[in-house]
C-alpha cells in the first residue's frame, strides 16, 4: 500500500445471510463483548483486541 492510504473496513465479510436473516460467521469476545469479533486461526480463537483466546477441541 501506498504511504498514506488507509485500508478500508471489510466487516461485510463477517456476515452472510441465510434465509432471509443475518447471520454472524465469527464469534463475539466474551470478554468485550458484542461487537467485537474474535479470530478465526483454525486451532484456536483469538481476540485482536484484547488478546483473550480459546482453543478449539480437537
Known amino acids: 500500500m501506498a504511504k498514506g492510504k488507509k485500508k478500508t473496513s471489510q466487516k461485510w465479510k463477517l456476515y ?10 465469527n464469534r463475539f469476545c ?3 463483548g458484542p461487537g ?3 479470530a478465526d486461526h483454525g486451532d484456536r480463537w483469538a481476540c485482536g483486541r ?3 483466546t480459546e482453543w478449539k477441541k480437537k
Not at 452472510?16 to 460467521?25: A, F, M, N, T, Y
Open 36 to 38: 467485537i469479533f474474535m
Open 30 to 32: 466474551p470478554r468485550c
Open 50 to 52: 484484547c488478546g483473550y
Open 16 to 25: 452472510e445471510v441465510q434465509g432471509g436473516k443475518i447471520k454472524r460467521k
